[in-house]
Each structure stands twice: as structure tokens, then as C-alpha cells.
């Protein structure tokens, strides 16, 4: 029983976090076009290692 209310005291205390703030929601939007950011240049990286690769790997004769 004591597991099963502290559970319900967590739940009560996830409600109440998960509300956010207009500072908090507003200093978010940079960190995540950021990390956007620099997901496009990993990603674009790795594609041009990927092309690298098939055109090493490509039989020029056929």
C-alpha cells in the first residue's frame, strides 16, 4: 500500500511539472533549432560519406 501511494504522489507531482512556463517555452525553441541544426549537418555528413563510399565501390567496368 505504501508503494502504491507514493506512486500516486509522483503522478500528482508530474501533473503539476508538466505545465509549462512561457519562459521556459520560449528558451526552448532555440535549443531545439539548434539541435535541428546540427542534426542536418550530421545527417548531410554522413550522406556524403555514404556517396563517397558507392562511388569507390562503383565498377567503372561494366
Same mark, same amino acid.
Given at each position: 500500500?505504501?508503494? &502504491? *501511494?507514493?506512486?500516486? #504522489?509522483?503522478?500528482?507531482?508530474? /501533473? /503539476? #511539472? &508538466?505545465?509549462?512556463?512561457?519562459?521556459?517555452?520560449?528558451? #526552448?525553441?532555440?535549443?531545439? *533549432?539548434?539541435?535541428?541544426?546540427?542534426?542536418? /549537418?550530421?545527417?548531410? %555528413?554522413?550522406?556524403? *560519406?555514404?556517396?563517397? *563510399?558507392?562511388? &569507390?565501390?562503383?565498377?567503372?567496368? %561494366?
Amino acid at each position: 500500500m505504501a508503494q &502504491a *501511494k507514493t506512486d500516486l #504522489d509522483l503522478e500528482e507531482d508530474l /501533473v /503539476v #511539472d &508538466a505545465e509549462p512556463d512561457d519562459a521556459e517555452a520560449s528558451s #526552448d525553441a532555440p535549443t531545439s *533549432k539548434t539541435n535541428l541544426a546540427k542534426r542536418r /549537418v550530421i545527417d548531410n %555528413l554522413l550522406e556524403e *560519406k555514404r556517396l563517397k *563510399k558507392q562511388l &569507390a565501390d562503383y565498377d567503372f567496368d %561494366l
